[in-house]
């Protein structure tokens, strides 16, 4: 609808004297539909003209002319409601989209450039379903940053020296050990150190041999660390979930990247050695919710923490994603991130936006890798696959094995990034995989299936669809009008970084297209109707598929 909207904006303009830009700002779509397709809110100018919002409105409708795509403009109190022309409008519309294809909604956005670090698990051991939503919904933005036109970069970063990798260089003794292998390898050696104060001083010597830079000891951490960055790449690239760049902790601390930043915070003099010997940065003007309010920046032995090497790196990504810098965090890691971010301000840098993710919800008690007490996500999207394969015999017995097969991943493992996108991020997902995989219900197969039957409908017709038929639209109004307002549903998923805009509209558009399906003829219609909803469905499928894509899940043209 931004083109209605922007008719508007325009018409509010030249009447109030203001920009285009603020009169766009302030346009709002009323909830009730009888008030009309937009409405402009007075109040904003009551100040400026010194009277009164309702008197304003007055004026601004008699100075509006009613032509074009406003049919018509409505006082009601202080808000100045717009009805639109919606016949001409509808056929710009579809014939936007069906010139557009796969960048319908695209806002092209040239010379800005854009970088998101997401995931960014510990190379300890295969990914479990839990982490899934960060990657899920990091590469959901990624895809939203490129498709509105961001020279976009998709970076993560590995913690190859950190104290879990010691765990598993303790625990292989020297022996190269399988992807697999590594999480019941960190498993039994985590819990040897519940009840042994040794070992966890002999991993310390560990970490500190390696930041020494001993060879047999790099070599040690290397050989772990690319074998669990080798596997977990793999796992998400199955998800259709890849990266630029992986960023290795260990760069900042051979380029004395850390050094350099530790000795810039000591000259903010808000660097103190505590009575255990190890540096901190004091943060107490920075009202955090801590009894002590510090970062802790080295172990006594002055070897370097992860908070130290972390605003090194973020420094780093700061550089490179100079007009929009995002990373993705659970929520347990809030007021680390703000101790992150008072770290960059006393050095003079804006931190990254960082979007916060709540849980996914499959049993009673939180995930621990640690414990492991973990479901993999491997095998979830296994089983994904495969309850999907059931699904899919139940309403096409006859399906060749191979197109099966493709099928069941692109719905089984749609299923599981829409359950999980489609939530709110600060918001818990509690799983279900009954709803999942409805065909019926708010879910990914119900999205897919309405592109799948859309494609079918276009292949009976056997035709090139025609832009050129003349048609009211007047039936369609509904279905056209939340077509229009795809791009503007993709500039605010993209300005407020929330995906979950983009599967809520999904939904929208697939309830309201079968709604028209099962009420309207389409093949069977006479043939100017038949031909002007033939381009609809058309472009409604198309925008299926971009929405879709933007969550990072495919549409299958067969179901």
């Not at 003079?348 to 709540?358: D, F, K, L, Q």
Request: aromatic share 8%; hydrophobic share 40%.
């Amino acid at each position: 609808m931004d083109e209605l909207k922007r008719a508007v904006a325009e018409a509010v303009a030249k009447a109030a004297k203001i920009g285009k830009k603020q009169a766009e700002a302030l346009i709002e779509t009323p909830k009730d539909s009888s008030l009309g397709d937009y409405a402009f809110p007075c109040f904003a100018l009551a100040k400026k003209l010194r009277k009164n919002p309702a008197e304003i409105a007055a004026e601004l409708k008699s100075a509006i002319k009613e032509s074009g795509a406003v049919k018509k403009v409505e006082c009601k109190g202080p808000y100045l409601n717009f009805f639109a022309e919606k016949s001409g409008v509808a056929q710009k519309i579809l014939e936007r989209i069906y010139e557009e294809k796969d960048s319908f909604g695209s806002m092209n956005i040239k010379n800005k450039e854009a970088l998101v670090e997401h995931t960014s698990i510990n190379p300890n051991a295969p990914p479990h379903i839990g982490r899934a939503r960060n990657a899920i919904i990091g590469d959901s933005i990624a895809k939203l940053l490129k498709f509105a036109g961001y020279k976009t970069q998709t970076h993560f970063f590995v913690n190859d020296i950190g104290k879990q990798i010691a765990v598993l260089v303790y625990g292989c003794k020297g022996k190269k050990r399988g992807f697999n292998e590594l999480l019941r390898i960190y498993v039994e050696t985590s819990k040897k150190m519940e009840t042994s104060p040794e070992l966890e001083q002999e991993l310390f010597s560990i970490l500190k041999k390696l930041e020494s830079g001993d060879k047999k000891t790099v070599q040690a951490f290397r050989r772990i660390v690319d074998a669990c960055v080798e596997g977990q790449a793999g796992t998400f690239a199955d998800l259709g979930i890849n990266y630029d760049f992986f960023d290795y902790e260990s760069a900042y601390l051979w380029s004395r990247e850390t050094s350099n930043v530790l000795e810039k915070l000591k000259k903010t003099g808000k660097v103190f050695e505590d009575k255990e010997g190890r540096l901190v940065l004091d943060l107490k003007e920075f009202d955090l919710p801590m009894k002590s309010p510090v970062m802790v920046l080295t172990r006594a032995d002055k070897t370097s923490l992860y908070g130290l090497r972390d605003i090194a790196y973020t420094i780093d990504k700061i550089k490179k994603g100079k007009d929009r810098n995002i990373v993705v965090l659970g929520e347990d890691h809030k007021l680390y991130f703000r101790q992150l971010t008072a770290a960059l301000s006393l050095l003079g840098y804006r931190p990254p936006e960082a979007i916060h993710y709540s849980f996914i919800l499959l049993q009673s008690e939180k995930m621990s890798t640690r414990k492991g007490n973990v479901v993999l996500l491997e095998d979830f999207m296994k089983e994904a696959k495969e309850k999907a394969k059931k699904e899919i015999l139940k309403r096409n017995r006859q399906a060749p094995k191979k197109e099966l097969d493709q099928l069941a991943k692109a719905v089984g493992y749609g299923a599981v990034k829409f359950s999980i996108i489609k939530v709110s991020p600060e918001k818990n997902v509690l799983f279900d995989w009954q709803r999942a995989l409805s065909f019926e219900g708010e879910s990914a197969p119900y999205i897919q299936y309405a592109h799948a039957r859309i494609k079918s409908i276009l292949r009976k017709n056997r035709q090139k669809t025609s832009t050129g038929t003349s048609h009211d639209y007047k039936e369609e109004e509904a279905l056209v009008m939340l077509l229009a307002g795809f791009p503007e549903t993709v500039s605010r998923a993209t300005a407020e970084l929330k995906p979950h805009i983009i599967a809520n509209y999904a939904l929208k558009l697939a309830e309201a297209f079968n709604t028209f399906y099962h009420k309207y003829p389409v093949l069977r219609a006479e043939k100017q109707k038949r031909d002007a909803r033939l381009l609809l469905i058309e472009c409604v499928a198309q925008t299926l598929k971009n929405a879709l894509y933007l969550l990072g899940i495919k549409a299958p043209e067969k179901m």
